[in-house]
T-cell receptor
Framework: SQKIEQNSEALNIQEGKTATLTCNYT??????LQWYRQDPGRGPVFLLL?????KEKRKERLKVTFDTTLKQSLFHITASQPADSATYLC???????????FGSGTRLSIRP | GAVVSQHPSWVICKSGTSVKIECRSL??????MFWYRQFPKQSLMLMAT?????????EQGVEKDKFLINHASLTLSTLTVTSAHPEDSSFYIC????????????FGSGTRLTVV
């Protein structure tokens, strides 16, 4: 069956450290993978998209990698800040459909 | 950037009544919009794809007669929860993609539905 799994339900790290979140998928062949941030009671906000032929994508303190052999994406936040505390969701397209399917999310907490 | 407006942000209704949620793309046209449902501490579950001028496409297990979707214009999609029951209480979120933007989907701020 198709699955999108994010390694941790919750991750708690010290301010200033690098947060690393993992997204694994099975039985999908996505053309791209996306990462979103969701704050409590709000809709997700798009952060980054990485395509199947890209290894790495960066945006300010964010970095995403995509390994289609391992069927895995890593999402890094460097120099983490308490304001980065939120739930982070990975999402990928469902074969040729124009819709995206979400992983279960990782709730990230950055402690001062 | 692209903005999707969702209304209302929260609603409380009695069992057996119907509730309509609106989703508008404010500065772009969306031939397709998506409706998700999210239970506490769970991820977003795609309910249906709303197609302008044609019938919505529902995901497996979602009752189309219970969750009526109307996409009457290129900027408006509505989700009506009919004969609501307490188990329908959830966070409903819509999204759309601005074809003028290179990447990413834009989400509404969500609607918290509580059925009492």
């Amino acid at each position: 069956s198709q699955k999108i799994e994010q390694n941790s339900e919750a991750l708690n790290i010290q301010e200033g450290k690098t947060a690393t979140l993992t997204c694994n998928y099975t039985n999908y062949s996505p053309a791209y993978l996306q990462w979103y941030r969701q704050d409590p009671g709000r809709g997700p906000v798009f952060l980054l998209l990485i395509r199947e032929n890209e290894k790495e994508k960066r945006k300010e303190r964010l970095k995403v990698t995509f390994d289609t052999t391992l069927k895995q994406s890593l999402f890094h936040i460097t120099a983490s800040q308490p304001a980065d505390s939120a739930t982070y969701l990975c999402a990928l397209d469902n074969s040729s459909a124009s819709k995206i399917i979400f992983g279960s999310g990782t709730r990230l907490s950055i402690r001062p | 950037g692209a903005v999707v407006s969702q209304h209302p942000s929260w609603v409380i209704c009695k069992s057996g009544t119907s509730v309509k949620i609106e989703c508008r793309s404010l500065d772009f046209q969306a031939t397709t919009m998506f409706w998700y449902r999210q239970f506490p501490k769970q991820s977003l579950m795609l309910m249906a794809t709303s197609n302008e001028g044609s019938k919505a496409t529902y995901e497996q297990g979602v009752e189309k007669d219970k969750f009526l979707i109307n996409h009457a214009s290129l900027t408006l999609s509505t989700l009506t929860v009919t004969s609501a029951h307490p188990e329908d209480s959830s966070f409903y979120i819509c999204s759309a993609r601005d074809p003028g933007q290179a990447v990413g989907y834009t989400f509404g701020s969500g609607t918290r539905l509580t059925v009492v």
